[in-house]
């Protein structure tokens, strides 16, 4: 199974800022992924981070606001841009070797925005 | 649009005993993966068993087993022989074989293990 390191892994943020999350797994992966876990709640799936190419963003998630990175098939990022206190939440990458293997997560960040 | 539900949000019981986690789901999908996921307090995800929709028989994992009724559309988790190490929130999530490991979760279970 793959490793997957998120950096930062909690953080309290002023709002109005910016929040730039990296994840970085150990070994090369077909699929990376970014989750949102709002307190309390479950995990919804914010984007499919492709590389090489653009996001692909669910229902309710933008990319002025979420914006993703995936330069290669090991790291991803995503920024949470202009954050007010509803951006409080973890946020979790996931990444998968293939379409019909698991799906591994990352630790997640805890965000806190005051 | 597929949905999961977990109907118990919080689940408690005793060490060595066994429990039940309950989940549904809505599909209209013939071909699908369905798993149980456990998040205890470190926050890491971390998979617990998996079962394909097309496996009549249910998948196990040492102490872990699943209760698949397909045509009810149910997925429950048996945890026997419970440990402290349990303890956890457990999440019941649904995969389409279209979706490409895009993952739709359930609301959770907190599951507490009593000594």
């Known amino acids: 199974s793959a490793v997957i390191s998120q950096k930062p892994s909690r953080d309290i943020c002023q709002r109005g800022t910016s929040l730039t999350i990296q994840c970085q797994v150990d070994?090369?992966?077909?699929?990376m992924f970014w989750y949102r876990q709002q307190p309390g709640q479950s995990l919804t799936l914010i984007a499919t981070a492709n590389q090489g190419s653009e996001a692909t963003y669910e229902s309710g998630f933008v990319i002025d606001k979420f914006p993703i990175s995936r330069p290669n098939l090991t790291f991803s990022t995503l920024t949470v841009s202009n954050m007010s206190p509803e951006d409080s939440s973890i946020y979790l990458c996931s990444a998968a070797a293939s379409p019909d293997t698991e799906a591994f997560f990352g630790q997640g960040t805890r965000l806190t925005v005051v | 649009a597929q949905t999961v539900t977990q109907s118990q949000p919080e689940m408690s019981v005793q060490e060595a005993e066994t429990v039940t986690l309950s989940c549904t789901y809505d599909t209209s999908e013939s071909d699908y993966y369905l798993f149980w996921y456990k998040q205890p307090p470190s926050r890491q995800m971390i998979l617990v068993i998996r079962?394909?929709?097309?496996?009549?028989q249910n998948a196990t994992e040492n102490r872990f087993s699943v209760n698949f009724q397909k045509a009810a559309k149910s997925f429950s988790l048996k945890i026997s022989d419970s440990q402290l190490g349990d303890a956890a929130m457990y999440f019941c999530a649904y995969r389409s074989l279209a979706a490409t490991n895009k993952l739709i979760f359930g609301t959770g279970t907190l599951l507490a293990v009593q000594p």
């Open positions: 070994s090369q992966v077909t699929m």
């Open positions: 079962q394909e929709a097309y496996k009549q």
